[in-house]
């Protein structure tokens, strides 16, 4: 089913810019023979803002931070906040060992509702690798907002760490326009 909100011709541009064909091994350990590549899309200011913008639709309301996961969720992150005023967080796969050592910069998260936000969800590993580090430290965290969905049940891979998936765009979408 497609969103009646989806920027008709988005799922195209992306697909056109990002889609790459071959072997590829995700994240996940999953191997593919499509593979989206985010930096691609992240590097054009026109799709990133275009991107940006469908995220501030998603965002639930209530939300205090913007969580930018490394390295993809970042510049999504900080253009999301530039937009909204809502301030960001930027969140490390793993604390640093030196500094601050923290695994989140930025403002303190105690207690503030935390909305993640990512480029490529398959298996939600990152994702849900930030949320058992973060809750435990105070962060309220139930959404995460993805540029693309790809995992194979859209919206339910994070399902086991209660967190709702609102992507931009699913891989059913994408592959939609790349047969049209």
Known sequence: MTDPDLDPTLAADID??????????????????????KYLFESDPRLLD?????????????????GGLELGGVPIAT????????????????????GTAKLAEGPSFDGKR?????????????????VNELRPAG??????????????VTGESLRDVDLEIRPVLTKAELDAVAQS
Do not use: N, W
């Open 79 to 98: 253009i999301v906040s530039a937009k909204t005023g809502i301030p960001v967080l930027f969140i490390r796969k793993k604390a640093k060992e030196y």
């Open 16 to 37: 056109a810019v990002a889609r790459l064909h071959g072997t590829f091994t995700l994240r996940s350990g999953q191997v593919s023979d499509t593979y989206f590549d």
């Open 139 to 152: 962060a309220v965290i139930d959404t995460v907002v993805c540029a693309i969905d790809r995992s194979p």
């Open 114 to 130: 935390v909305t993640l936000i990512e480029d490529v969800i398959t298996s939600g590993g990152a994702v849900r690798d930030a």
């Open 50 to 66: 275009r991107i940006a913008t469908r995220m501030v639709e998603l965002l639930p309301e209530g939300t205090e931070l913007l």
